[in-house]
């Protein structure tokens, strides 16, 4: 798990050091003195292959220590450096690593206002000593660099044989600074040709606010070797020495100084921090941090890295695990990181960074992975081989593996490898490498190129340049900068460049000044400003240095904070705030945001000298939230709060229906007036395009949608902006229906269809909403459910559907459309063709001796299609054999056979022609002969004569021939007058006949002919003429045989009864009951010309009685009584005594009953049972007589007796028992019983809970509630209308303990009305009643569906309508 640095480079791929510099006079200096003690007796000092030791120095006191192990500087932290060139001649020094076994001293601090040392107990190597005495705090930090100080004093001690150390650079620190000692991440193996010189690395990122107290920590390292950027190892090849190095804390690049870094505000999230720890090679170790959940609606995120930019989420495996667990007791969230196995490269510093919405906390914390003492060779063919073969990690190169071995050598000097790679490949051609790396079993042979690309350039001495540029040079904005080198020829020509483009002086401006000192040349940017900052180059004939020019920007600070504004929308927002310098580059943020402020923005910045303004001129909802102004030096925020008007709805959105096509206008009205909306149908947001146009003018809103459609029906809303509150409406497109018939391409909206076959019809409609069709043929309406036809209706058409036609199916069928736009209506006939129908029976009109003439009626029915002409057949009447007798359609309904036998009977018939077929043939016609005439009636006399009637008796003629006889003719004429008018249109074949119409006190002559086959005979004529004027004839009623005795009638039977009676003309029938008129509702009376007819549906007693019939003809007059007797079951007998008791014998005594059932009592029923069962067993039945001794009863039981009555009906209902009982024993011990008169519970009835007037809904079960009192146990009769309901299945009635109740079903407008409830018993009668209203009834789609025709619809919807008006 190495992490990953970032460095700087410069196009040669040598690192780079920058210090900074200032151009303000340095403060007083301190002194500083450097010491290089020589290592003690005990212990030489190697000078070959190994460097210096570094040794961490104190820091002053301070309140309170501050750890930074990190590689990454903490903020408010400044790290100097001084850098100090030390020449070192004839010596080799080989780098090596301390040993993981030896790990630095801890340094000792102590609190002292002195300058403090450290102290160093086993001091290994040269030990570095600085005094740094506590400076005063400068009013700036200012960081010079010092060539030849005035006043600090610096002595240097080199042990022999070294030379003695010259100091070349001493960075005088004006303030107290940090500076933090930063171990390198990873040993990094170097070549070293001449001895390191000592480095110290200055580092200065941007300026935070100064700590409280200074802390200062030097380290003196050796100058730390170039490496590449993929950490290659090396050998110990001499090379020239490194030039400075950049140092950038972790590797940030030079351009991300001075920019800030986003990080969330620090919040106290953690509870418990990860401590860092050592752990050695191989071992485990956790680390622990924990969040208090208490406040936290979820769980917060946790991210684990290693240095700056690995996230340690995708590296869990073998080696690293991370754990989450959560206490809900405690609401603690515990996270843990397990390393298991740890590597000697898992060293280094490691963060844990906790969020939760807007909170941030992190921490940061090291880990050491100390090496196990050994020792062994380091061979560089081991370390660009594949490590973990076979395993986990295999395929991975062990680049470490090179860096810990080199850092485990053993000191001694002889030892180096049998055979050195290195030399070998540098010697070796390209294309030899392949071959040398598998001699020598080096598997990274790309690697190991990379390195031997760098080791093989080597520095050249320049020849121009004595002394080239440095690296990197820092100015001030506004400073001025020099860089200069020294040539080693003067007379070279020198040229400078600025990012590849020549810079040529210019006499007018002072910007750039090219100066000369001997061999100096120095080039002076005056003004440095932001496009300075480039890089330069200098070329002096054919060789060219290069630097870099960074200009540094001083911090612009706020000095005037942005107040917080509250204001509402549509009001002017002005944000001011004040910069300490005059034109600086601020930039306005919202949220974080940067403001937009183009020429279209809402937002317009303004600065005048050190203020800058952000104005909105017109807020809205949107502007709320935190307004930013951020300047180089620091960031102003002020909270901004845009709140709405109060929303005022003047004119709200109304309800619409509209006509399909039509024009739609919405119009609203709200307040404030400047307020935009949004409108929206059925939830989804309405543009405006060239139907629908969205309009605002102020406080108006109006939506215009030009022709309105189907879609556009549905719940509009306006919202608007920036308010909760909506306005809504509903809109209702309606289209009127219509039926499309054009589109049937039948004439005259005529369908055919053959007989037999299947008819479908479709025709397309429209209409919205949707109408309810009804296919109607006549009065009858098709449903979608019939059999054979039917109708079906779809979203566009509706269809009529006859599987068979028949042609009962012709005819007009009428289509009702219906919905809320009006009702349309079209008809569309059905023509259903066949073959005809049969001709009617052929007439035989006159017969000849061998012919005939004959003649029929077209068929009834053409089969739909008009009649082409008729085929005749004939036969004999014997025989079976019809005869075609033409084959050329006779188009006639007449013709004449011929070529007949005379005196051979003959049958014809005829068949019909159309163009579908040839129909069936008609019914034979009647024989006929061919023969003459018979002769004529004989003995025509007048039977009867009324007003307009004269009725005719003849006998048959005397000869009547072979042709027979086919019937009569009747005929009569006004007297004096020779018209014959004919009375019978068809012959009659009776001898009788009534002339019928004619005019009263008329005298006519009447005739009769003899018709067969052959004509009509000779007339038969009335010799005189008749008085056409009736004979009265006095009325006679004839009284059938059964009712001239009394009828009788059980209850709830019919009673119907015809009387025939007499009389001309026809009599006046009367009928009255003991001499009153006969009530029509109880008793239904119909007369007739010749009887009468008395029907009563179900009798009652009432209906008992003698009823009067009277028949009265002018002054003739007939009576006649029919005495008619309703009988029912008797009540039970009365005052059943018990007499005397004697023996084994009970003297009974009673009365007859009260009720004999209007009938006479033909006996009674006497029961006794024994007191211990009450099973009651029969004594004697059919008695006569009202006493009766019941004898062989059982000594020592008790008995009860009961008595039922009978007549012709039958036993009475209930029964009278004896109160007392009668017990039997021996003779000598009966003990008689005393006598207690008894309470008359008796009493008539009356209701304790009337009727209360009711209302129900139509289609619902009601009910009618009342409650009665009564002894005995009244008949109960409920009525509606004051008409008895009896046995209709549309109620039910019940009565339970006095509680009576009427259920209606599913009532309908028509059971409205007054209902009452009668109670009667012997005592008397009560009488209740209520009223009864039906709310509602049947809508118009089910009174379809019943098939209930639309004229009986129309008339039960108006009488709905006239019963609902009055009531509202």
Known sequence: MPEPTKKDETPNGEKESVATDSSEAPMPTPEISLEVSPPPPEQPVETEGKDPQPIEVIKPVQPEP?????????????????????????????????????PPLPATVKEEAEPVVTEVNQPPEPVVTVVTPPPPPPPERVVTDVTQPPEPVVTVVTPPPHPEPVVTEVTQLPEPVVAVVTPPPQPVVTEVTQPPEPVVTLVTPPPPPPPPEPVVTVQVTPPPPPADKDDDATTNTPSPPPPPVWSLGEGQAPEDLDKPVDTPPLSSLLIERPQGGSITVGGDISFVAKVEAQDLL???????????????????????QLKETFDRRTKIHTFEMHIIKAKDNYAGNYRCEVTYKDKFDSCSFDLEVKELEQSQSVDIRSAFKRSSEGHEDAGDLDFSGLLKHRNQREPKQDETPEVDVWEILKSARPDQ??????????????????????????????????????????????????????????????KWYKNGQEIRPTPNQRKFIFEQKGTQRILVINNCGLNDDAAYSVAAGEEKCTTELF??????????????????VNERIELECEVSEEGAQVKWCKNGVEVPTGPRSRYRVKSEGLKHWLIIDDASKEDTGTFSLMASGGTSEAKVQVELKPLKIIQDLQDMTVLLGQPLKMHCEIFPGNVPGRWYRNGQLIQSNDRINILQRAKNHRLEIVNSTIHDAGDYTFVPE????????????????????????????????????????????????????????????????????????????????????????????KIVLQNEAGEAGASVKVKVVDIPDPPEVPLVTEVGGDWCSMTWEPPIYDGGSPILGYFIER????????????????????????????????????????????????????????????????????????DTTVTMKWRPPDTIGAAGLDGYLVEYCIEGTDDWRVTNKELTEKTKYTITGLPPEAKILVRVRAINAAGASTPRTLQHSILVKEVIEPPKIRIPRHLKQTYTRKVGEAVNLVIPFMGKPRPKVSWLKEGETVDPTQVTIRNTDCDSIIFIRKAERKHSGKYDMKVEVENH????IVDIQIVDLPGPPQCVKIDEVWGGNVALDWTPPKDNGNAAITGYTIQKADKKTMEWYTCIEHYHRTCITITELVVGNEYYFRIYSENMVGLSEGATQTKDSALIVKEGMQLKNPEYIDHDFKEPPKFTQPLINTFAIAGYNATLNCSVRANPRPKVIWMKNKIAIIDDPRYRMFSNQGVCTLEIRKPSPYDGGMYSCKAINDLGDALVECKLEVKGGFTFSELMQRGVPLHLIDKYMSETKAVEQPEK
Request: net charge positive; glycine share 6%.
């Open 722 to 813: 920036g308010y909760s509150q909506s306005l809504c409406a509903k809109i209702h497109i309606v289209d009127p229906p219509r039926v499309h018939l054009e589109s049937l391409n039948f004439p005259d909206n005529t369908v055919t269809i053959v007989a037999g076959n299947k008819l479908r019809v479709e025709i397309p409609i429209s209409g919205e909403p949707a109408p309810r069709v009804v296919w109607m043929k006549g009065e009858r309406v098709i449903l979608d459910s019939g059999h054979r036809v039917r109708a079906e209706t779809f979203s566009d058409h509706t269809s009529l559907t006859i599987d068979i036609a028949e042609k009962e199916d012709t005819g007009n069928y």
């Open 433 to 494: 490498y392949e071959k040398i790396a598998f001699e020598y079993g080096i598997t990274d042979l790309r690697g190991l190129l990379k390195r031997l690309k760098k080791t093989k350039k080597e520095e050249k001495k320049s020849e121009a340049f004595a002394k080239k540029l440095d690296p990197a040079y820092q100015a001030d904005k506004g400073g001025k900068i020099r860089l200069m080198v020294d040539l080693a020829d003067p007379t070279v020509e020198l």
């Open 551 to 568: 200009v540094k920007e001083l911090p612009v600070k706020i000095t005037k904070e942005i107040e917080a504004v509250k204001t509402t």
């Open 875 to 946: 036969k004999k009447k014997q025989s079976s054999r019809w005869m075609r007798l033409n084959f050329d359609l006779n188009k006639e309904t007449t013709f004449e056979p011929k070529k007949m036998i005379e005196g051979v009977p003959y049958e014809v018939r005829v068949f019909a022609v159309n163009a579908i077929g040839v129909s069936k043939p008609s019914e034979p016609s009647k024989a006929f002969v061919p023969l003459a005439v018979t002769s004529e009636p004989t003995m025509l006399v007048v039977d009867d004569v009324t």
């Open 298 to 320: 979820r769980k917060p995120t946790i991210k684990w890295f290693k240095g700056k930019w690995m996230d340690l989420a995708s590296k869990t495996g073998k080696h690293l």
């Open 66 to 102: 501050v750890e930074n192990g990190s590689k990454e500087p903490e903020p408010g932290a400044v790290v100097v450096g001084a850098k100090e060139q030390v020449e070192s001649v004839n010596s080799e020094v080989k780098e090596e690593a301390p040993s993981p076994c030896s």
């Open 1117 to 1120: 007059v007939d009576t006649a």
